[in-house]
């Protein structure tokens, strides 16, 4: 146990040591590429069973990670040995430990164990098996997940002596040869050049990105970066270069940007920019890279004109304007000089208190025009705007003096802020009076007072909100109108033929109307009746109101006989088809017995109930020939 312990430290020592190594190399070492087949001499952690057999029975005992099992050589000696599995590729270069779930980077593997016995398996991730040997196996593989499964077994022995050891371990690995992808950069390196920001950023589909690393013009020190690097303007200058390892230790090759975001700069002998000279001067472009200078003379077109430009004593009097760009497309700003031989110059001289201006020179016989007009020395101008004073020395020389007056504003009233527009301070111009705000203060915001109002009974109630600043109110819904709560009082009466009237007033708001009751209507009965020689007269009279009418009846009998008469003839065309409907059915009827008597075998029942289909059958002929006139005998001896 104690030799296992040492095993184990000095693998993890030499784990720390290599891992130290390997940093120092990504960091500060140079730019040629690790193979990826080199790998260190794995010693591989496995996981899995060691089960023990007596003739009492067997123990199973669960490892995880373990580096070095230890089992008995057989059931006598009490001697052990040691179960090691290791894994090489192409190449070797110092050691390491293989744990479940690693990346490794050689697609050439390489498995040895310390007992030649035992029985060793590479599998892929779906379950195939890829090679099986005992004591070594090796196997070129693509890239993806394996599993390796060792087993060592041994038994002896039987009865009170049985005695067995079976091993069953494995390894989960996944192989990625494939070096992470880098973008936003080329390996050339003059491949990319930019003045503008940019992102370089690795990406690995196999075991994923270690980290890249950059490294920055004029250092000899890559730094691990993270996944992604952005350069962004105003950062060093130069040519920056990355590469990236994954976790199997994969290495990119080198990748560049050229970066330059600063500007050329331009440099003046025999003058200073922006001023007026009357000799010879020269104009020259700089850049850490190569730089164009462009010239142009007052309105005439730029032109490229190399890396510096002269202007001789000769040249054309005038302005001269300048610029440089360099390769990155960086364009310094823009220059000028105002050449002219004995050139008459004059200056601007401002007010203490506005924004008003003089100009004056020097010459005794300069004269000046100010926008076309002739001007005074040392005259204030006031007018706002762009100007132009032309300063002539009287043989033929003048100078330009483009300028502008801009408003001279001067502070005066402070509006403060309302509940919902803003406060300001207002400036105002003291030449020309226009006005500008500025000094904003927020709006305070309304601060409201909440007033309810009940609902009545038609309408609905609400809340109301008052700013008790400025007065601005809005309104919210309250509750839905109650409704009227009425009390009813019968004003008039209704009669059998006039309307009625009943009073509504409303107990709650005292809101009243009238509403009409609708006339009852006669209420007549029979209250007297007289027959006389067969006409009959009746009288009716309400009960309400006393009110009466009389009703000719007629003769009653004649009416009766009359009727009588009429469904006699109505009925008589029907009376063949009524009979045979109800002989019909008295068939059906009669039939059904007589064949329930012959299945029962009563014949005498059977040809009784013949004869009495026979009678029904009279019978119901004689009554539908006799009921006519039954029935008119019955109405003449009524009437």
Avoid at 252 to 267: A, E, G, K, Q, R
Avoid at 294 to 315: H, I, L, P, Q
């Amino acid at each position: 146990m104690t030799n296992t312990k040492k095993k184990i430290l000095s693998v993890f020592f030499i784990e720390i040591i290599l891992a130290a190594f390997l940093s120092f190399g990504f960091c500060f070492g140079s730019e040629t590429q690790v193979s990826a087949a080199t790998m260190p001499e794995y010693t591989v952690a496995l996981t899995g069973t060691v089960t023990k057999t007596t003739w009492g029975g067997s123990n199973t005992t669960d490892i995880s990670n373990q580096t070095v099992i230890s089992v008995p050589k057989s059931n006598t000696s009490g001697q052990t040995e040691d179960i090691v599995l290791y894994l090489t590729g192409t190449s070797v270069a110092g050691t390491s430990v293989l744990y479940d779930g690693n990346y490794i980077a050689s697609s050439q593997l390489n498995f040895r164990t310390t007992l030649s016995g035992d029985t060793l398996t590479l599998m892929t991730s779906d379950g195939q098996q890829v090679v099986s040997e005992q004591g070594a196996i090796s196997a070129n593989v693509s890239d993806g997940r394996y599993r390796i499964q060792l087993n060592h077994s041994k038994a002896s022995g039987a009865g009170y002596t049985k005695w067995g050891i079976n091993v069953d371990v494995s390894c989960s690995f996944v192989v990625d040869t494939a070096a992470p992808v880098i973008q936003g950069a080329s390996t050339s390196t003059t491949g990319i050049y930019t003045n503008e920001a940019f992102t370089v950023a690795a990406s690995d589909a196999g075991s994923g990105v270690k980290a890249l690393y950059m490294k920055e013009p004029n250092s000899n020190v890559y730094v691990a970066v993270g996944t992604s690097k952005t350069i962004i303007r105003g950062s060093k200058n130069g040519r920056y270069s990355f590469y990236a390892v994954d976790n199997s230790n994969n290495r990119t090759s080198t990748y560049y940007v050229n970066f330059d975001d600063i500007p050329p700069t331009l440099s003046i002998s025999g003058a200073d920019f922006g001023e007026t000279v009357a000799k010879a001067f020269i104009v020259s472009a700089k850049d850490t890279n190569s730089a164009t200078l462009y010239c142009r003379y007052e309105t005439e077109g730029w032109k490229e004109v190399g890396t510096s430009y002269y202007v001789s004593n000769d040249a054309k009097d005038g302005i001269y304007y300048f610029y440089a760009v360099d390769k990155f497309g960086n364009r310094s700003e823009e220059y000028w000089v105002r050449f002219m031989a004995a050139e008459p110059v004059g200056r601007f001289i401002k007010s203490n208190t506005d924004n008003t201006v003089y100009f004056t020179w020097d010459g005794d016989y300069w004269t000046a025009t100010l926008d076309g007009k002739s001007y005074t020395k040392g005259t204030w101008i006031k007018t706002e705007g762009k100007h132009t004073i032309v300063l002539s020395n009287g043989a033929g020389k003048s100078t330009s003096y483009p300028f502008s007056i801009e408003h001279y504003f001067v502070k005066g009233e402070t509006v403060p802020p309302t509940c919902s527009e803003q406060g300001y301070t207002e400036y105002k111009c003291s030449q020309c009076g226009e006005t500008k705000k500025e000094d904003y203060i927020e709006a305070t915001g309304h601060s409201y007072k909440k007033t309810t109002k009940p609902p009545t009974c038609t309408e609905m109630g609400e809340t109301v909100y008052t700013c008790e600043e400025c007065g601005f109110e809005y309104k919210e819904e309250g509750d839905y109108p109650s409704g009227h709560s009425y009390t009813a009082t019968v004003v008039k009466s209704p009669s059998c033929t006039e309307d009625g009237q009943r009073h509504y007033r409303c107990d709650k708001c005292g809101y009243e109307y009238t509403a009409a009751i609708p006339a009852t209507g006669h209420d007549y009965s029979i209250t007297d009746e007289q027959n006389e020689e067969g006409n009959t007269k009746r009288v009716y009279t309400c009960a309400n109101c006393g009110d009466t009418y009389t009703q000719d009846l007629g003769n009653q009998a004649e009416m009766v006989m009359n009727y009588v008469e009429y469904l006699f003839e109505q009925y008589s065309p029907y009376m063949i088809w009524v009979f045979l409907a109800t002989a019909g059915v008295w068939s059906v009827f009669m039939g059904i017995m007589i064949i329930i008597a012959h299945k029962h075998e009563e014949k005498e029942k059977a040809k009784k109930m013949l004869v009495n289909y026979l009678i029904g059958l009279v019978v119901i002929f004689g009554i539908l020939v006799a009921a006519p006139f039954l029935v008119r005998g019955i109405a003449a001896l009524v009437t």
